[in-house]
Every structure is written in structure tokens, then in C-alpha cells.
């Protein structure tokens, strides 16, 4: 019986360090890739998975100041993959989808306290027309502070891997004009309106003159990632935003990401019991 157990305790043992050796090894391999931080709404009041409570987004911001990380731009990061200028240590993107006027509100004046930069993927058509929109006033203070940046995030935000080829172009050509014109600066990303992309749409983007597009797909932005496909770090999709699991995203993405992937397959397969002991914060 002590021979089974010794057996069994060096099996287990060998199986803890292989594990630690994969996880060393994939952590190293992602450590030049970027975290593109994915946020909607900030606010106190829609309890969805949309949202981030202003208080959890101030410590999320304030963990990130305190602990050495620089803010940077879409087009920062590209130009370093692709022209070689220098990034700062430990560099983050801050990125908002939709234009939401709590944006404005409690985003902006928290990322003004720590001195961070965000950037904010418009729907054109929204600014100015609906209540619960940024208005072209607001865009255009937080894009003179030098802190925020603005990229496209379509004209309506429709699901343009099943609009006409016709009307995908207008979304994704028609917003990129129109955020220049109202903002008087070049456009060079965009956000895939509810993730959704197929080889045509990226070709389109391309075409209209976007550097890059990002997805809501779980993972780092890296240099050698397709730049009409670039992965970012969802802080959304659950109503449980503690600091712990931010901080878990936030460094451990390498290792969360595939985990969240192989998860959610098993989600759609119908395996819910397999799921559950699948960690993914």
C-alpha cells in the first residue's frame, strides 16, 4: 500500500510541475504581447454585464497606476510592432466600446485622476442623437485633454458579417469619414460591432484605410497576430467585477484565455457539468 502511495504522490508531483513548466513557458512567450482592456459602461446604476460600477473601475485604474503600467494608443502599439519605436514598460490599452455618455461622466474624470490614456470605439450615428451617447462636445473635450482618443465603432453598430456588402461598406467606410470630419483627425481602428468578422469584412476594413480591428476574443494583442484580428481583454460578461478577477485578466491572460475558450466550447456542446470546473476568471 506505501509503495501505491508513493506512486501515486510522485505522479501527482510530476504532474504539478509539468503543469507549472507549461504555464512558465506560455506566460515567457506572451511577455512582448500587449493587454487591450475591453470596458462599456461605466456606471452605478444598469446592473448588467455590460457595466463596470464606477468604484470597482477607480481601484481597477488606481491598481494600474500604482503598479507601473503606461497607457498607450492602438496606433502606439503598431507603430512599435511595425516601425520599431519603443514602448514603455508594462504598456496597456484602455479601450470602451460604443461611445456611452458615462463615458464622459465617471470614466473620464477617473482616467484624468491617474493620468491614463483610453481610447473609445464610436457608433458615429449614436453621438449627439441618443441620451445615453456621448454628444460631439464631450468627444471633443476629452479628445483636446490628450488623454482620449476616439476610433470607430461602425455607423449603427450593426452585426456586419451578415449585412449586404453594400451596407458593411457604408458602415465601415461612412463612420470612418464621418469621425473625421467631426473630429478632424485620421481614424486608423476599428471594433467589430458584437465581434463578429469574417475574411470579407477584414478585407473591407483594409480597403478602407483602417491600420487595424479588434474583437471581443479573450486574449493579448501580439505582434504576430493578424492586425484586422487583434484579441482583447473583456472586463465584462458577468456582474462580478472584483478587483482579484481584474487583476487575474489582467496578468494571467496567456494562460485564462484558451482555458475561457475550451470553456465555452463545452458551454455550446451542452457539457455544463465538464464546464464548471473549468477556471476562468
Known amino acids: 500500500m506505501n509503495v501505491w502511495i508513493k506512486r501515486l504522490a510522485l505522479i501527482v508531483l510530476a504532474v504539478i510541475l509539468a503543469g507549472a513548466a507549461i504555464c512558465t513557458y506560455i506566460m515567457y512567450s506572451a511577455k512582448n504581447a500587449v493587454p487591450v482592456l475591453n470596458y462599456h459602461q461605466i456606471n452605478d446604476r ?14 481597477q485604474m488606481k491598481y494600474l497606476a500604482d503598479n507601473g503600467y503606461h497607457t498607450i494608443t492602438p496606433e502606439d502599439m503598431v507603430d512599435a510592432w511595425e516601425n520599431g519605436t519603443e514602448l514603455p514598460d508594462k504598456p496597456v490599452i484602455i479601450t470602451f466600446d460604443d461611445g456611452y455618455a458615462d463615458n464622459y461622466r465617471n470614466a473620464y474624470p477617473i482616467l484624468k485622476k491617474y493620468n491614463l490614456k483610453g481610447t473609445i470605439f464610436l457608433i458615429s450615428d449614436y453621438v449627439g442623437t441618443y441620451p445615453n451617447y456621448l454628444t460631439w462636445t464631450q468627444a471633443e473635450e476629452m479628445q483636446e485633454s490628450g488623454l482620449i482618443n476616439f476610433e470607430s465603432h461602425t455607423l449603427s453598430h ?80 458577468c456582474t462580478n467585477h472584483t478587483l482579484m478577477r481584474f487583476k487575474m485578466r489582467l496578468s494571467y491572460t496567456p494562460i485564462f484565455a484558451p482555458l475561457a475558450r475550451f470553456h465555452k466550447n463545452l458551454l455550446d456542446g451542452g457539457h455544463t457539468f465538464i464546464a464548471k470546473f473549468i477556471p476562468t476568471p
Open 158 to 237: 450593426e452585426q456586419l458579417d451578415s449585412t449586404s456588402p453594400e451596407e458593411t461598406w457604408n458602415q465601415v467606410d461612412g463612420s470612418k469619414k464621418a469621425l473625421e470630419w467631426h473630429l478632424r483627425k485620421e481614424i486608423n481602428f476599428l471594433a467589430y460591432p458584437c465581434g463578429s468578422y469574417d475574411e470579407e469584412l477584414q478585407r473591407m476594413v483594409k480597403d478602407a484605410g483602417y491600420q487595424g480591428a479588434f474583437t471581443v476574443n479573450y486574449g493579448l494583442a501580439d505582434k504576430q497576430d493578424n492586425r484586422y484580428l487583434l484579441d482583447r481583454v473583456p472586463i465584462f460578461g
Open 46 to 59: 444598469d446592473e448588467n454585464a455590460l457595466t463596470v460600477h464606477t468604484d470597482q473601475f477607480e481601484a
